[in-house]
C-alpha cells in the first residue's frame, strides 16, 4: 500500500526574510550631460555665454530623470560650472550626479537603501537575492552588507533555496 506524503516547503518554513535589490530599482531614465557642448572652440567654458545658456536652456526636459554630469573633452572646466548646471537641474531632475552612468547607478540605489526601514530585519536570517532582471550595481550588495550586518541573525547571499553564508552572529 503506498503512503503519500505531504510535501512541506522547508524555505517557506525556515524563518528567511528575502530582500530583492532589484525591487529598489529606479524606472526613470537615466541621461548624460556632458558639458563640452557648452565649451567655446571644444577648450574653455566662457561664463558669459554659459550663464546666457543656462538662462535660455529648456530645464523642463529634465523632468524625472536621472541626470550623469561629465565632461567628455580634456579641457579645464571650473568647479562652479558643474555647480551652476546642478542648479538648474535640481528643480526638474529626480537625481544628479558628477559622473557617467555607473556613478549615477549607484547613487540611485544608494538612495533607496537608505531609504528602507533595516529594523524589519532585526535578529531575523536575510537573504539577499543575487538574480535579477535588471543591472543591481555592486556598491549597492556592499552597502546593503554594511547596513544590515549589526542587527541581522545572519546574512546569505543567492536564493533562499541555495546560498553563500555571509555573516552570523555570534551567540553570546
Known sequence: METTQEIVNRVATSGIVSLDLEELYHPGERLIYDIKDNLWQGMILREKDFREFLKTHDWSQYQGKNVAIIC???AI???WAYMLLAVHL?????AIVFGGLNML???????????????EFRDKRVVVKGCSKVPVPVSAYVEITRLLKPIVQSLMFGEPCSTVPLYKKPKS
Do not use: G, M, Q
Open 77 to 79: 572646466v571650473p568647479t
Open 90 to 94: 535640481e528643480r526638474y531632475a529626480n
Open 72 to 74: 567628455s573633452e580634456d
Open 105 to 119: 547607478e549607484d547613487k540611485l540605489f544608494s538612495d533607496a537603501i537608505h531609504k528602507i526601514n533595516l529594523e
